[in-house]
């Protein structure tokens, strides 16, 4: 078993030329694995072939969905979700959750959650120091909780107007000052200056010091709907504290340019873009500016690499893009041992056998695990097709006792569904010949030499041998143009058991000494040739 948590997904995928064993064998160890309590899904990073999706088809089984690569993206990362305050909330309220925090800037979020501006200190302290406010536009609960008030009187729960002191003696205050509807009057125990607010309905009263009011002023300031509120702070303290009360949307700058990240931003744009700015908070948002959060620099240390199985593959080259900031988990083949490399010990069942789907069904005996008919079906597939119905030199007997268990279980005739799947995918018709030649292309590092091995199925040599002369261009111009040392294409004839060679000029000398071929040519038949991996790869690698 993996020792990984049951509940995270875990990624399975075959190589970037996904053929039939590649594809069936991911989806055949998900079920698996699934069965088994983990969270896996599988996928494919190339496109398929006409025979693989014959076999999908036949048994009714789903296309796994496309994987384009595992590079690490800001969702990967415990970034704060959720760290964002309302523009509704308070400067007061702002500070302290950001002081709370450690944070120097905070995301400023509207109603639908969208981000609306970003609240830093410095914003706040410059705010503060260098502006004289006057105006009050905020929330009956804003003031309330920034000057610890007990509520009296509510009549409205948003308050608007000028913010005055009753500093003045009584007598000075109501023959000099102008006091009305716009007013949020803050004043003591002077019930002469109280009683002329309550008759001149200024919007709010705040009561400091805990001083009491007279009954009839408060009956009177129920009439005049007079908005009161009362605190034990002094005057001086809740003239201090009264403009943190604003809305933080009264000190944010809408107009200043964000720099916001997504969720699927890789998280080297990001510190490529981080590097070049200096700042040390971002808002997360997706396409549609709804916030999810805040990522600091330092969150990046903090990283969830995707979890994934490899299947059918162990080259990097042959891999998904960003397979190095992935963590592998296990890897399951029947290839040659190649570069991948991992940070921990992992699980790896490599076998001499013909097909992966081989080692698959062990592994389904082993764990005990019944195997559905569709699921069978979809496995002798990816057996059938990497033995070429057993015809293959790597096939083994524990392939053939795979195939026919499997084949009860699948309930079909092994023998006619396999000729007819074969079949499906030997067409050429329509197919470019780039897209012949990549069709099944398997890229290898030889001793600081790259090479190419192109392998396609077909039952009509004659439709590639009429335009041979333009499929060596394309190889000696792919060769030329993309740093190989060489490339061969072997067109292989599953009725005649044998393949055609394509390959570059200057790779002619090494391939006759590799085939043992003397008057080696374009299109030159190879009787019994039918595996690339056992009866070509091996004789290139060592002549290299």
Known sequence: M?????????YIFGHKKPDTDSVTSAIALSYLKNKLGYNTEPFIIGNLNNETKFVLKYFKVDKPKYLNDVKLQIKDINYDRGCYLSKKSSIYEVYNFMNSKELTGLPII????????????????????????????????????????????????????????????????????????????IVGDRHSIIEYAIESKVKMLIITGGNQMKDEHLKRAKENKVNIIKTDLNTFNVAKLIELSNYI????????????????????????????????????????????GLLKINDISDKRKKKVILVDHNEGEQSVDGLEEAEILEIIDHHKIGNVN??????????????TNTIIYNLYKENKVEIPKEIAGIMLSGIISDTLLFSSPTTTPLDKEAAKALEKLAKINMNEYGME???????????????????????????????????????????????????????????????????????????????????????KELLENCLNISDLYQGYYIDGVVSRKKQVIPYIMDEL
Not at 2 to 10: P, Q
Not at 167 to 185: A, D, H, M, Q, W
Not at 342 to 355: C, K, L, Q
């Open 2 to 10: 993996l020792g990984v948590v049951k509940m995270e997904k875990i």
């Open 110 to 185: 509207n109603e639908n959650n969208n981000l609306v501006g970003m609240a830093t200190l410095k914003g706040i302290f410059r705010e503060l120091i260098d502006s004289i406010i006057r105006d009050l536009n905020t929330s009956y609960n804003n003031i309330l909780n920034t000057i610890e008030g007990q509520e009296i009187l509510r009549f409205n729960d948003e308050i608007k107007g000028e913010i005055l002191v009753a500093s003045y003696r009584s007598t000075s205050f109501i023959e000099n000052v102008k006091i009305g509807p716009n007013t949020i009057l």
């Open 249 to 292: 949307s009264t000190i944010i700058n809408k107009d200043e340019e964000l720099t916001t990240f997504d969720e699927n931003d890789f998280i080297n744009s990001f510190v490529d873009i981080s590097n070049r700015l200096k700042y040390t908070n971002y808002p997360i948002v997706n396409r549609n500016n709804k916030c999810y």
């Open 342 to 355: 991992t940070t921990n010990p992992i699980n790896f069942r490599n076998m001499a056998v013909g097909s």
């Open 421 to 507: 799947m074969l079949k499906a995918g030997t067409s050429i018709v329509g197919k470019t010949k780039e897209e012949i030649l990549y069709n099944d292309f398997k890229e290898f590092n030889v001793n600081n030499k790259k090479i190419g091995i192109g392998q396609i199925f077909t039952m009509n040599f004659d439709e590639i041998k009429k335009d041979i002369d333009d499929y060596v261009k394309l190889i000696e111009d792919t060769v030329k143009n993309n740093n190989y040392y060489m490339i061969n294409l072997y067109i292989t004839d599953i009725v005649k058991k044998g393949s055609y060679v394509l390959y570059n000029e200057n790779s």
